[in-house]
């Protein structure tokens, strides 16, 4: 009686222990399926990318007709400057603030893009941990806030996108002080943009990759090595 007792209830055992294994192996996800999430990511990111590199376009040509009016008036004084050296100097000052404007928004349009692309590593590493029975909600909220937080930088690019920066003088003797004045408030925006929503996305996307390291047995890591310093 007791070893027909024990002999089924050590086949009971054996069965659940099978069917709980069969289970959870059904649950990791397989290579089919982590291909297919990261195809649709990679195709989600660069969607992302086209639209947000839309947006700034369309961001600097609404800004350049914004200012027609205003950066003639410019040029107009420009070549009613009677010292020839001024004038070259006032067109290459006014021509390199556009450009450096249009420079820093690209650098951070192509950051926010890695930073993306580093979410969609670490949102796919989840996903697995996930299916492997890990708990993972910390490592959700991270990544949703690093979501928010890539999206609210890239607002703030483009409104920096829009800006113009055009120096405005009455008289030939202010043209240096005028250009000073311009050339400190671009650089003030930019410093202020890098230190403030960008930096925010940074490190909300560095948070994000601390809480995957932080799920125990994930067994491998998004490379990080990307993630921009500026």
């Not at 397989?30 to 590199?53: G, M």
């Not at 369309?58 to 009016?69: D, G, H, P």
């Not at 690209?106 to 979410?119: A, K």
């Not at 996108?161 to 671009?186: H, P």
């Amino acid at each position: 009686m007791n070893r027909k007792f024990i002999s089924g209830f050590l086949t009971a055992v054996f069965c659940l222990v099978f069917v709980f294994s069969v289970a959870a192996q059904t649950n990791v996800p397989s290579r089919e399926d982590i291909k297919a999430k990261r195809a649709e990511l990679n195709i989600q990111i660069k969607n992302e990318r086209d639209a947000a590199k839309k947006r700034i376009e369309t961001a600097r040509e609404e800004a350049k007709n914004a200012v027609e009016t205003r950066r003639a008036e410019l040029k107009n004084k420009i070549s009613k400057l009677r010292d020839e050296k001024k004038k070259q100097i006032a067109t290459r000052l006014d021509e390199q603030m556009a450009r450096l404007n249009a420079r820093w928004t690209d650098h951070f349009n192509n950051v926010l893009d890695r930073l993306s692309e580093i979410i969609g590593k670490i949102e796919l590493r989840a996903d697995k941990a996930q299916a492997m029975g890990k708990d993972v909600s910390a490592v959700r909220t991270a990544i949703q806030n690093a979501k928010t937080a890539i999206e609210s930088a890239r607002v703030a690019v483009e409104a920096q996108a829009k800006k113009t920066y055009i120096a405005t003088f009455t008289s030939e003797d202010k043209l240096g002080v005028a250009f000073k004045t311009v050339r400190e408030q671009l650089h003030k925006d930019l410093f202020g943009l890098r230190d403030g929503a960008m930096k925010s996305a940074r490190e909300a996307v560095k948070n994000a990759l601390q809480a995957l390291k932080s799920v125990p047995r994930v067994d491998e890591e998004p490379k990080a090595t990307t993630t921009p310093s500026q």
